[in-house]
Nanobody, 126 residues
Framework: QVQVVESGGGVVQAGGSLRLSCTAS????????VGWFRQAPGKEREGVAS???????GYADSVKGRFTVSQDNAWSTLHLQMNSLKPEDTAVYYC????????????????????WGQGTQVTVSS
């Protein structure tokens, strides 16, 4: 059974930084496609950043140059480094994974993910 757990959310002022982490039991990140997604109140869930099983990364246009997705050397933890945060980045952030064969861009689609964490709240104050 796969279980995905996120951590690292919180409250930060605009311009600040946060680092989210994601671990998963039942799979290792080196043979799956993984991604970070977010959902703000009243909005649909959207892809933020992804890493394909081949190691390619993908980013939503709204976070390019500010967010960086990475995995640790043991392929056991996924990170999302978020810099220059804006109030519009406020949302619940989710980590997700799938064993499907996808490109990094395809892995930005929430409908392609099979395993989801419970989410962690990120609030950016102005």
């Amino acid at each position: 059974q796969v279980q995905v757990v996120e951590s690292g959310g919180g409250v930060v002022q605009a311009g600040g930084s946060l680092r989210l982490s994601c671990t998963a039991s039942g799979l290792t990140f080196d043979d799956v496609n993984v991604g970070w997604f977010r959902q703000a109140p009243g909005k649909e869930r959207e892809g933020v950043a992804s890493i394909s099983s081949g190691g390619s990364t993908g980013y939503a246009d709204s976070v390019k140059g500010r967010f960086t997705v990475s995995q640790d050397n043991a392929w056991s933890t996924l990170h999302l480094q978020m810099n220059s945060l804006k109030p519009e980045d406020t949302a619940v952030y989710y980590c997700a994974a799938t064993r499907r064969g996808l490109t990094a861009l395809q892995a930005l689609s929430p409908s392609q993910m099979d395993y989801w964490g419970q989410g962690t709240q990120v609030t950016v104050s102005s």
